[in-house]
């Protein structure tokens, strides 16, 4: 707090702000416990391990985000309380000033993201950086290592291509998990379905979208007849629906925050010409 508050509250010393500075302790220290329970919960409960690593924390940030815009809207209200309880002018205007500056900032931010996840720039530039993509010559098995969602459950892997480059040359394409990779299983590969491609020439690229598959490491197994060039895209999704909440979000952060100095700017206009200190 700033010290010319803290010097108002021993010249005013009214029980009432007292109350309301206990009740808002008393109010906010068991959300923050509740907030990091809650998030131990939900990442716990959608699969959180540590070999291989994945901590699915979607659901435990939307949780959270959605429990900080309560404890913001409850900070509001407490200070709208000692606001209306302060005597001082002086007082009375600081705290209004002070939160209409910290509320501009919080809507300059708050605007920012929900104009990052609301158009599609920023989830096409995370697709782009999680994808994996390459040209490779191979000579006998290549298998290349991917997971089937990112390390923190926000994107998936929706398609894969393959591609000949070069030559009359054929590629054996078999999309595997990492232990039927390692015990040969073949016969396990996910595309083993009935009219799933299962191999790439350089007239016919091979084009697989990816069932949705929960978290696990799989591998992109080519298997060349002579030696080739082919070219490999894994793509990554970030569906609107891991982008949209956060967006709402973020808008409820900024009409909240414009309420709250939409209703400071009467009061700090009204005590401005008897306030000592600005």
């Given amino acids: 707090m700033d010290k010319r508050l803290k010097e108002y509250d021993k010249l005013e010393g009214t029980y009432q702000i007292t109350r309301i500075k206990r009740l808002e302790k008393l109010a906010y220290i068991p959300q923050v416990i509740g907030i990091i329970l809650v998030f131990a919960f939900f990442t716990y409960l959608g699969g959180a391990q540590l070999k291989p690593f994945y901590l699915p924390i979607f659901i435990s940030f939307l949780v959270t985000i959605i429990w900080i815009l309560v404890i913001a809207i409850e900070f509001f209200v407490f200070r709208l309380m000692e606001i209306g309880f302060r005597k001082s002018a002086s007082a009375k205007f600081l705290m209004a000033s002070r939160s209409m500056k910290k509320s501009y900032s919080a809507i300059v931010v708050f605007g920012v993201i929900f104009l990052l996840l609301f158009t599609p720039y920023m989830p096409q530039q995370i697709e782009e950086q999680l994808s994996i993509t390459g040209e490779i010559t191979i000579t006998e098995e290549e298998a290349i290592y991917f997971t089937s969602r990112d390390r923190f459950d926000f994107t998936i892997v929706d398609s894969i291509s393959v591609e000949v480059l070069d030559g009359e ?110």
């Fill in 169 to 278: 040359g054929r590629v054996d394409v078999s999309i595997l998990t990492e232990s039927n990779y390692e015990d040969r299983l073949f016969g396990m590969k996910v595309n083993r379905n009935p009219g799933d491609p299962n191999e790439a020439s350089y007239n016919d690229v091979f084009e697989y979208d990816m069932p949705a598959l929960r978290f696990d490491e799989y591998r992109l197994v080519l298997q060349p007849e002579e030696p080739v060039t082919v070219r490999y895209t894994i793509d990554s999704n970030l569906p609107p629906s891991r982008t949209y909440p956060f967006a709402l979000l973020s808008l409820g952060f900024l009409i909240s925050y414009s309420v709250f100095a939409f209703l400071m700017f009467p009061i700090k206009k009204k005590h401005s010409d008897e306030a000592i200190y600005r």
